[in-house]
């Protein structure tokens, strides 16, 4: 059986798509940092991601924080230059204080906390937020800058 042109055409646009689908969607989310949300409401960053955006500074196009959820202490012995601080137990009751417009980076030492802490940001509507892998830790690994 013979196909017309135009039913040729269309299964060639219909493997365009599926092509599109399969290969350059995953690659412009993952260009943006944009991965998996959990199924707590956050996405998990990248150091390189997180990093990148931070090195953007004021100039970066989607604003955001820092957020080191862990003690005060820690956070004076280094922390991301910029970062809020506002450790994990005091989280709750100072969610008016994490922007709702902003990309927000959470971190600690490892990045335990800042799960919970962004677990806790998603169930309160938060709906840009992700989970620096790795925390303070990987970030001063990587030689990325700490300020005391």
């Not at 219909?14 to 959990?38: H, N």
């Not at 996405?43 to 005060?72: M, S, Y």
Request: proline fraction near 7%; charge should be positive; aromatic fraction near 8%.
């Amino acid at each position: 059986m013979r196909r017309t042109e135009k039913e040729g055409c269309m299964k060639g646009n219909r493997w365009l798509a599926a092509l599109f689908i399969a290969v350059a969607l995953p690659l412009s989310a993952a260009a943006c940092g944009m991965g998996e949300r959990t199924p707590a409401g956050y996405e998990n960053a990248t150091l390189t991601h997180a990093h990148d955006h931070w090195q953007q500074g004021a100039n970066a196009p989607i604003p955001f924080l820092f957020l080191d959820v862990r003690t005060p202490e820690e956070y004076a012995a280094g922390h991301i230059p910029g970062a809020k601080l506002i450790p994990l137990p005091e989280l709750p009751h100072r969610l008016n204080e994490v922007p709702k417009d902003r990309q927000v980076y959470v971190y600690c030492h490892s990045g335990k906390r800042s799960a919970r802490a962004a677990t806790l940001l998603g169930g309160q509507g938060f709906t840009n937020i992700e989970n620096v892998v790795g925390g303070i830790v990987a970030w001063q690994g990587a030689g990325y800058p700490v300020e005391k």
